[in-house]
């Protein structure tokens, strides 16, 4: 490994040295050279930031490469998708709560496609054990509620469910 880097730090060092050479001194120049500077240096610091590990696999949180091809890690995403669905339900709380009921339980429903695309197919609401305040009786609450959750995730009133 120590000689593997020890090449690709001299020829880095070789190919940016040409390349300050050839950019002209004006506006260009003061771009570029920094970031020439800048690849310099991640080449010298590259086994230190993946680890000392495997050099030129390094690890990049969400995925997995042991090969060289990028896999997604599963595991990652399905804890950031849950995460996000988490949210929706909680945001879905909050618009409950604008209604008068506390202590509904929602469940988000989603589905992840081949490129792992995050859509939120279905909303379910419980009332059971819901506390409702408010002063007088609406009797298109529910109704209402429906709409409100619809709008707010983007769905058909048909993918929102409200158990009492």
């Known amino acids: 490994m120590t000689s593997a880097w020890l090449i690709r730090v001299v020829a880095a060092v070789l190919i940016v ?89 929602v469940t988000i429903q989603y589905s992840v496609d081949k490129d792992y695309s995050f859509s939120v197919i279905g909303v379910s609401v419980n009332l059971d054990g819901a506390v409702i305040n408010g002063e007088s009786e609406n009797i298109n609450l529910l109704s209402e509620i429906k709409t409100a959750l619809a709008e707010y995730l983007r769905l058909d009133e048909k993918d929102v469910t409200i158990n009492e």
């Open 17 to 105: 040295s040409v390349l300050t050479v050839l950019v002209p001194d004006g506006k260009t120049g003061k771009f570029v050279k920094p970031i020439l500077s800048l690849a310099l240096v991640g080449v010298v610091f590259a086994p230190i930031l993946s680890g000392f590990g495997n050099y030129g696999n390094a690890a990049v949180s969400g995925f997995n490469s042991t090969d060289g091809a990028i896999r997604y890690d599963e595991r990652y995403l399905s804890f950031v998708f849950d995460k996000k669905a988490k949210n929706y339900e909680n945001n879905c709380k909050d618009i409950l709560s604008g209604y008068g009921i506390n202590g509904a339980t």
